[in-house]
């Protein structure tokens, strides 16, 4: 049972000190313990029948509860021994949870279709992508879109908690004014800096007391329908950049499973969103035998690599749809999509990766991840021909960056198909907003 705090770090072990060692003796995980029969667990761990099967009641209670079923005749586990409860009866109907489904825009319809209706409230969504794509945008846009009535948002305050730079107030003030959805109310209350609470966490300890301790207090006394935490990832890299050993990276993962909990825990108790921006490490996808010195194009400014394989570390081949690498590409949001611009080579090398890893990625319900590259084209000849340097090869220049959105996944929508870019969009005064493609073309015709 050595993993039953890293699958529950709140569960109650003082219960059961008298089971415990005998089940990590003899190599019995939670799984075992859910899976196999009482009696074969009680025979291998040599403990008492009832005992064992009041544990694996006890985290079967604590699984369903996270999972929103509810126990009518609830068990006092430390008074009560062996008993059966009915475990399967839902919270909500389908009608209820359907008729209480809210969500907060990013008031652009297009970017809400493709999140399949906007920011839902009971659940964690992560915003990722590198500097300057525009994930401080969204949130911004976010926090004010929040304090509309519905069905824009949810007429409540909002909380944006800074690990990195204080609020900037100047640019809400700016889409305040800018937008026409929050400069124009129509008699209602209208989205105000006055709604918005800011806290600031320098480091992890203040951070974990914020959110352990504060948090509940601000949720339940301001009505708070909107918690952003910007960012996730900035003060776990800070305390673990030198830290890199097997024990410090477990304590890293038991750290993150008990946030992802205590923060799933908050959205569904007060019914509210939780949105957290994360920022991207660079991935280096394996590279083939092939040079790619003689490919032309915007690729050459990037030299190639010796790949690297599992092979090296275990001495058995890793079958490639088993792989971290090929399966990355399913939750991260980048690797499984072309560019649409003329740089696809250089682009298919332009892999990220979200900080946290995968421990992280299981706490979140949907991750959003805004993906930024250069549009190039080629030096001084416009759409004629190639012009060729010195070098011999083609030259090329960054005319503009672009952006998109893609649902990597997400329980309430399907996420962006494989193969595609996902919705382009840009970042003007008052937000962000999807890319007219009508209009697109008449500037890269005009250019």
């Known amino acids: 049972m050595t993993d ?16 415990l060692p005998s089940l990590e003796k003899h190599l019995i995980t939670t ?42 005749n ?20 389908g009608k209820e949870a359907i008729s209480q489904w809210s969500t907060i825009s990013t008031l652009d319809p297009t970017l809400d279709a493709a999140l399949g ?27 004010l879109s929040a304090q509309l009535p519905p069905p824009h948002g949810l007429a409540r305050p909002t909380l944006y908690i800074s690990t990195e730079h204080p609020l900037p107030t100047t640019r809400l003030s700016q889409l305040l004014t800018t937008h026409p959805l929050l400069s124009s109310h129509n008699g209602a209350t209208p989205p105000s800096l006055n709604h918005i609470l800011a806290l600031n966490t320098p480091d992890l300890e203040s ?25 996730i990832a900035a003060n776990y890299r800070a305390e673990r950049s030198f830290d890199k050993t097997a024990a410090a990276l477990a304590t890293r993962s038991a750290q993150l499973v008990k946030l992802g909990a205590l923060l799933r825990g908050l959205a569904r108790e007060y019914g509210c969103a939780v949105v957290v921006a994360n920022q991207v490490a660079d991935r280096f996808a394996p590279v083939t ?18 790949a690297s394989t599992a092979t090296q570390f275990n001495g058995k081949p890793t079958p490639s749809v088993l792989s ?20 696809t080579s250089q682009n298919s090398m332009n892999l990220k990766t979200p900080s946290l890893g995968l421990v992280w990625a299981n706490q979140i319900a949907c991750r959003v991840a805004l993906i930024k590259e250069r549009d190039y084209g080629r030096a001084g000849t416009g759409e004629g021909e190639v012009n060729v340097g010195k070098t011999g090869r083609a030259e090329w220049n960054p005319r503009r960056w672009r952006r998109w959105m893609r649902l990597v996944f997400a329980p309430w ?17 008052g937000g962000v907003r999807a890319v007219n493609k009508e209009v697109e073309k008449v500037t890269e015709a005009a250019d």
């Open 31 to 72: 799984t075992d313990l859910l899976t196999l029969d009482a009696l074969e667990v009680a025979k291998r761990a040599q403990l008492p029948l009832l005992d064992v099967r009041r544990l694996a009641n006890h985290v079967v209670a604590i699984l369903q509860g996270q999972l929103g079923l509810k126990n009518d």
């Open 289 to 306: 035998g092939v040079s790619r010195a003689s490919a032309s194009g915007p690729n050459n400014l990037f030299s190639s690599s010796p």
């Open 413 to 429: 929508a399907e996420g962006t198909a494989e193969g595609e870019n996902g919705v382009e969009f840009e970042i003007w005064t």
């Open 74 to 93: 609830a068990l006092n586990f430390e008074n009560v021994g062996e008993k059966q409860a009915d475990f399967g009866a839902l919270k909500k109907s």
């Open 207 to 231: 951070q974990e007391h914020i959110l352990t301790y504060q948090l509940p207090v601000a949720l339940a006394r301001h009505n708070i329908g909107l918690v952003i935490l910007d960012s």
């Open 4 to 19: 039953l705090l890293y699958t529950l770090p709140d569960f109650p072990t003082k219960l059961y000190t008298h089971l």
């Open 117 to 143: 209706g906007g920011i839902p409230t009971g659940y964690i969504t992560e915003i990722t992508g590198e500097s300057g794509a525009g994930k401080t945008q969204l949130l911004l846009t976010l926090l």
């Open 324 to 343: 971290l690498d090929h399966q990355q590409r399913f939750f991260t949001g980048w690797g499984s999509h072309p560019s649409s611009s003329s740089t």
